[in-house]
């Protein structure tokens, strides 16, 4: 069974502070991994596709990574705006008609 | 931003009434998907349609049914609303050959009581 792990499930830290959120699969023949930022009261929005282990892709403070098992998103000097809930999903075996998503990391920044 | 639009975007309906929720798309992607949003399960797929008068089950399709006579709408339909289907649902949007990433709509919020 497809399953995506996604920890720690909240993370508070202090303007400037430095971290990283964990996304973990089981997806045989993975394809590939999505992230997202999800504000509260809204759909996820797109950040980044990770197509293979080793791959890396940027976006202001945020920088994602894929191993072979998991990937990783890591946050640079975040600021109070880049509070939000980040979701990872990955491609079920099948295929990228459909995909699971992890129950996502809930980040609080704090000025 | 994806051009996706969903409506209502907040309803309350008494258990046992039927209900019809609308995903609307400019962006002729072919693939669209219901998702609902509960605290600590996450996105979980509904129902998801590969083209006009195409469509297959997810994992909580129980209670649920849908259409899509145009490229651009899907519909979503509580037959007979229950307190359990209480919850945020959302449209996604995508081509799987461009990518696979999904686009989402902004959600509907629908209670039942």
């Known amino acids: 069974e497809d399953q995506v792990t996604q920890s720690p499930e909240a993370l508070r830290l202090q303007e400037g502070e430095s971290s990283s959120l964990n996304c973990s699969y089981t997806?045989?023949?993975?394809?590939?991994l999505f992230w997202y930022r999800q504000d509260p009261g809204k759909g996820p929005e797109f950040l980044f596709t990770?197509?293979?282990a080793g791959e890396e892709k940027e976006k202001e403070r945020l920088k994602a990574t894929l191993t072979k098992k998991e990937s990783f998103l890591h946050i640079t000097a975040p600021k109070p705006e880049d509070s939000a809930t980040y979701l990872c999903?990955?491609?079920?075996?099948?295929?990228?008609?459909?995909?699971?998503f992890g129950t996502g990391t809930k980040l609080q920044v704090i000025p | 931003d994806a051009g996706i639009t969903q409506s209502p975007r907040h309803k309350v309906t008494e258990t046992g009434t039927p209900v019809t929720l609308r995903c609307h798309q400019t962006?002729?992607?072919?693939?669209m998907y219901w998702y609902r949003q509960d605290p600590g399960h996450g996105l979980r797929l509904i129902h998801y349609?590969?083209?006009?008068?195409?469509?297959d089950k997810g994992e909580v399709s129980d209670g649920y049914s849908v259409s899509r006579s145009k490229t651009e709408d899907f519909l979503l339909t509580l037959e007979s609303a229950t307190s359990s289907q209480t919850s945020v649902y959302f449209c996604?949007?995508?081509?799987?050959?461009?990518?696979?990433?999904?686009?989402f709509g902004p959600g509907t919020r629908l209670t039942v009581t």
């Open positions: 990770l197509y293979s």
């Open positions: 997806v045989s023949g993975l394809r590939g």
């Open positions: 999903a990955a491609p079920n075996s099948g295929g990228y008609q459909k995909v699971t």
């Open positions: 962006e002729n992607h072919r693939y």
């Open positions: 996604a949007i995508s081509e799987p050959n461009r990518g696979g990433e999904q686009y």
């Open positions: 349609s590969y083209g006009v008068k195409d469509t």
